[in-house]
């Protein structure tokens, strides 16, 4: 990937040569390593992710940094889904409801394989694949359009019927934003998952307590919140969700014949020190200086 800084394209090493990581080998590493593996796979996903806004000049920072260790943990350490099998009707799903984070899941999936690591420099870019909102029509591995919020729940309920019906068992994962869950379609859906008991299917909340503008806490309350998944039907898992070690043993809890829900608590902007837990990041842009700084917090 090139960033261009002051008006030169610089190029900065992502991977070596730019190849898609060997997945195979983090999953066959012990329990411990693989969890730091992960880490370090998240840390590349954050310098990425802070170079394609850099590049874009737009994006929504704060909520990238945040859900990078949980969708680096499902798609590098537990879910079925690759470049080879992106058209297996028996895949796994993965779904970013919170559409406006798309740089994470692009950064997620070039490291994937699903396309070269070097097109993330065309993110939101006139004509590029790489839109600001996920397009399935357009980048392969992208399960669902979303962007106006409240809509991927319902879709990964259909996903996890579909799988119920047809006997082959996939599984379906579905990351929300917090401040998402203020739209009922939402609450709708976790009735129809539970009454199903679509064990199959698990929601990820970035719990991260901040949404544009405000708190989510300040804007509509909504804690209790494990016990409000609990009483819809679901089983319930909370946990720090910038730890790649804890999302692994959630993603793979046994639930009980039930809908799962992960309530990840994570920091926005995490791992960059001016950004983490400041609301005015939800969609600001770093300065030339910020991005040098934040890269060199990532390093």
């Known amino acids: ?4 800084t002051g008006g030169d394209a610089v190029t900065i090493s992502v991977w070596p040569d730019n190849k898609p990581l060997d997945v195979a080998a983090i999953r066959d590493l012990p329990e411990g390593e693989r969890a730091e593996q992960l880490k370090l796979v998240a840390k590349q996903v954050r310098r990425l992710i802070v170079q394609m806004i850099d590049t874009a000049r737009a994006g929504h920072i704060g909520g990238d940094l945040s859900v990078t260790d949980a969708l680096v943990t499902a798609a590098f350490g537990v879910l079925n889904i690759s470049p080879e099998t992106a058209d297996d009707p028996g895949r796994d799903r993965l779904i970013l409801s919170k559409g406006h984070c798309a740089a994470a899941l692009y950064s997620v999936l070039a490291l994937r394989g699903f396309f070269p690591v070097d097109d993330l420099e065309t993110f939101m870019k006139p004509l590029s694949k790489l839109n600001g909102h996920p397009n399935r029509l357009k980048v392969k591995g992208v399960e669902a359009n979303t962007g106006p919020l409240g809509h991927g729940l319902p879709i990964g309920v259909g996903s996890a019927v579909a799988s119920k019906l047809s006997g082959k068992n996939w599984q379906t994962f579905v990351f929300t934003g917090d401040g998402e869950l203020q739209e009922g379609s939402n609450w709708e859906a976790a009735m129809t998952a539970a009454h199903r ?8 909340v970035d719990r991260n307590r901040l949404q544009q503008g405000a708190r989510t806490e300040d804007t509509a ?5 494990p016990e409000k998944w609990a009483s819809f039907g ?12 804890a999302l692994l043993k959630a993603f793979t809890q046994n639930r009980n014949g039930k809908p799962l829900a992960v309530i990840a608590n994570t920091l926005k902007g995490k791992g960059v020190s001016f950004i983490e837990d400041r609301v005015e990041w939800h969609h600001k842009v770093p300065s030339k200086e910020q991005v040098e700084l934040a890269l060199k917090e990532l390093a």
């Open 234 to 245: 679901w089983e319930v898992a909370e946990i720090d969700g910038n730890d790649t070690a």
């Open 1 to 4: 990937m090139r960033r261009k």
């Open 197 to 204: 008991k679509l064990d199959n299917l698990v929601v990820i």
């Open 221 to 225: 309350s909504l804690d209790p919140l």
